[in-house]
């Protein structure tokens, strides 16, 4: 066990069983569940559930979504969010946007079994089994060659060795699946989808775009800089921070 991650985690969450799996590689994956802020959050231990959880919502002002742009809570209607995973960010929109309406979007089944529970006590939550893009209709995902990356299947699977897991999963074009949810503008936009960020945002229209007014997430190297141009042409002020030893990088735009 990692000593000082193991405080880290336990100075972050308070809960002992947390930390420990905060620390520890290696062992069987079990259902375990952590209170955060009146809200129940159940990850899978010895994956990137642990993880995803203390970046999302224990990280403190570090919080992977974390930003001084972020709009005002007293604005924000309408929060959507793309790559949902197993709903850690759905809980820190939760509680940072408490009359939003937060609607999440996750394919893989596995993920979402785990988003439907975190979220089902949840006060103006809906969350759909399903992917969002430019085009509906179904696509390939491949899982993560990272050991327990769950959080990790994509349509851009550039580490792929041969042999991991492959699925074909339900993608609607946003700009089809907002019409059908009566949305007509977006006050928070969130995309981390494994190298589908640009097909997301493209795929909402020109028109839902306009009226939207803030759109974070994480960008993995797939046409990343032709998104932020593209976002920029289209209104934008965009931000980034970006670690040069990754390909990956956090980014925000907003109006």
């Known amino acids: 066990m990692k000593f000082k991650k193991f405080l880290k985690g336990l100075a972050r969450s308070g809960d002992l069983q947390f930390a420990i799996d905060f ?14 802020r009146g809200m129940d959050f159940f990850y899978r231990s010895n994956t990137s559930d642990v993880h995803v959880a203390y970046e999302c919502f224990l990280h403190g002002k570090r919080n992977a979504y974390a930003s001084p ?9 309408t929060v959507i969010d793309v790559g949902a995973n197993v709903g850690a960010s759905i809980l820190f929109w939760r509680d940072l ?6 609607y999440g979007f996750e394919p893989e089944p596995g993920n979402f079994e785990l988003l439907r529970r975190n979220t089902e006590k949840l006060r103006d939550v809906i969350v759909f089994n399903e992917a969002l893009g430019n085009a509906t209709g179904t696509m390939k995902f491949v899982q993560s060659p990272g050991a327990n990356n769950e959080g990790g299947w994509s349509m851009y699977q550039r580490v ?25 503008g977006i006050d928070v936009l969130k995309v981390d989808t494994e190298g589908a960020e640009k097909a997301v945002i493209t795929g909402l229209g020109q028109r839902l775009l ?7 997430g994480e960008l993995h190297g797939e046409r ?12 934008f002020r965009i931000g980034a921070r970006k670690n040069l030893r990754s390909v990956l990088f956090n980014f925000e735009a907003n109006r």
Request: aromatic share 6%; hydrophobic share 40%; charged share 25%.
């Open 210 to 216: 306009a009226n939207t007014r803030y759109i974070c």
């Open 23 to 36: 620390a520890e590689k290696g062992g069987p994956s079990t259902v375990r569940r952590i209170a955060w």
């Open 69 to 77: 742009n972020l709009p005002p809570a007293a604005g924000v209607r």
């Open 97 to 102: 946007y408490p009359a939003a309406k937060i």
């Open 224 to 235: 990343d800089f032709e998104l932020l141009d593209y976002l920029e042409q289209s209104g």
């Open 160 to 184: 792929a060795q041969g042999g991991e897991k492959e699925v074909v999963l339900p993608v609607v074009r946003g700009e089809e699946k907002m019409k059908a949810l009566g949305i007509a």
